[in-house]
């Protein structure tokens, strides 16, 4: 069966230390997207891709940065991780052959930086 | 303004009560999308329904049912009788702007039913 894929399920880190959480589908949707899940924020969009070496920035990607260099994996970056990026991460993927198709998600990496 | 509200942060109801979830959504595109999304416990966020801006029929699955209202920029859920396995937090989320296929959410409804 198709499905997607995040590792580590629980990564605590260092401020200042170079994160890298993954993200991995196996359903060849053309759609990738990043979500951080904050208590009273919902889960808010951090970067996304339409297709391989497409990346966009979403509502809060500032610290983050994204590559696509196949169909299946966006990698997500925390360059310099900071306290306030301690958050539940997911990622998603959606077919893009059409017009509202829904968002399958992975499920979510745990980020704690001390 | 693109936006989704959901005003009820958390819910608690006992076991058989009927409750509806509330989801009020802004956007000036005339073709959008709304979806409701459960997150149980367990953490993973579970597809429940996808709802274009041309269809305004409700719609019921089991014990669950939409309501979406245009005029008032409305997609409300209810669950009937309801039960303790109903307990999570649901998302309403937008679709706006054809061709971008990105999701506003709403900050979610945490649901407690109580046996």
């Known amino acids: 069966d198709a499905e997607i894929t995040q590792s580590p399920r629980h990564k605590i880190t260092e401020t200042g230390r170079q994160v890298t959480l993954a993200c991995h589908q196996t359903?060849?949707?053309?759609?990738m997207f990043w979500y951080r899940q904050d208590l009273g924020h919902g889960l808010r969009l951090i970067h996304y891709?339409?297709?391989?070496?497409?990346?966009n920035k979403g509502e809060v990607s500032d610290g983050y940065s994204v590559s696509r260099s196949n169909t299946e994996d966006l990698p997500l970056t925390l360059e310099s991780a900071a306290s306030s990026q301690t958050s539940v991460y997911f990622c998603?993927?959606?077919?893009?052959?059409?017009?509202?198709?829904?968002?399958?998600f992975g499920p979510g990496t745990r980020l704690t930086v001390l | 303004a693109q936006k989704v509200t959901q005003a009820q942060t958390e819910i608690s109801v006992v076991e058989k009560e009927d409750v509806t979830l509330d989801c009020v959504y802004e956007t000036r595109d005339t073709t959008y999308y709304l979806f409701w999304y459960k997150q149980p416990p367990s953490g993973e966020l579970v597809f429940l329904i996808r709802?274009?801006?041309?269809?305004?029929q409700n719609e019921i699955s089991g014990r669950y049912s939409w309501n979406f209202q245009k005029s008032t920029s409305s997609f409300n859920f209810t669950i009937t009788a309801s039960q303790v396995v109903d307990s999570a937090v649901y998302f309403c989320a937008l679709s706006p702007e054809v061709g971008t296929y990105k999701y506003i959410f709403g900050t979610g409804t945490r649901l407690k039913v109580l046996a």
């Open positions: 998603a993927s959606s077919s893009g052959l059409a017009e509202g198709n829904e968002q399958f």
């Open positions: 891709s339409y297709g391989v070496q497409d990346t």
């Open positions: 359903w060849n949707h053309n759609n």
């Open positions: 709802r274009n801006s041309f269809d305004e």
